[in-house]
């Protein structure tokens, strides 16, 4: 099971820190990744990590503003916002794909969801 925390208001500018913590076993042998979903939008891909944190990806609107990171002692991924802007307002889901494979961005490659943190930017 996958629980989203750390969503809230803020204003643009601003930073924001979600963390996502898996109650399971075996949170090591999982890719891990961040998604959103905005108002009347499809869901798109934030961000992956591989399970030994060597590789992350990171989509064009995201990157430079946002970091992915895990600690698998701690069952725990992170996603660090900066520079959050309005556009980053949505839903955001952290996603698990089994087996010790290359992080994805399709969300059809992912079996695990949490139940989605909200965050709000205002200009």
């Known amino acids: 099971q996958l629980v989203e925390s750390g969503g809230g208001l803020v204003q643009a500018g601003d930073s924001l820190t979600l963390t996502c913590t898996n109650s399971?076993?075996?949170?090591?042998?999982?890719?891990m990744g961040w998604f959103r979903q905005a108002p009347g939008k499809e869901r798109e891909f934030v961000s992956a990590?591989?399970?030994?944190?060597?590789?992350?990806y990171y989509s064009d609107s995201v990157k430079g503003r946002f970091t992915i990171s895990r600690d698998n002692a701690k069952n725990t991924l992170y996603l660090q916002m900066s520079s959050l802007k309005p556009e980053d307002t949505a839903v955001y889901y952290c996603?698990?794909?089994?087996?010790?494979?290359?992080?994805?961005?399709?969300?059809?490659?992912?079996?695990?969801w949490g139940v989605g943190t909200q965050v709000t930017v205002s200009s």
């Open positions: 399971g076993r075996f949170f090591d042998s999982y890719s």
């Open positions: 990590i591989s399970w030994n944190s060597a590789t992350t």
């Open positions: 996603a698990a794909e089994p087996g010790r494979l290359t992080p994805s961005n399709r969300a059809s490659r992912y079996d695990y």
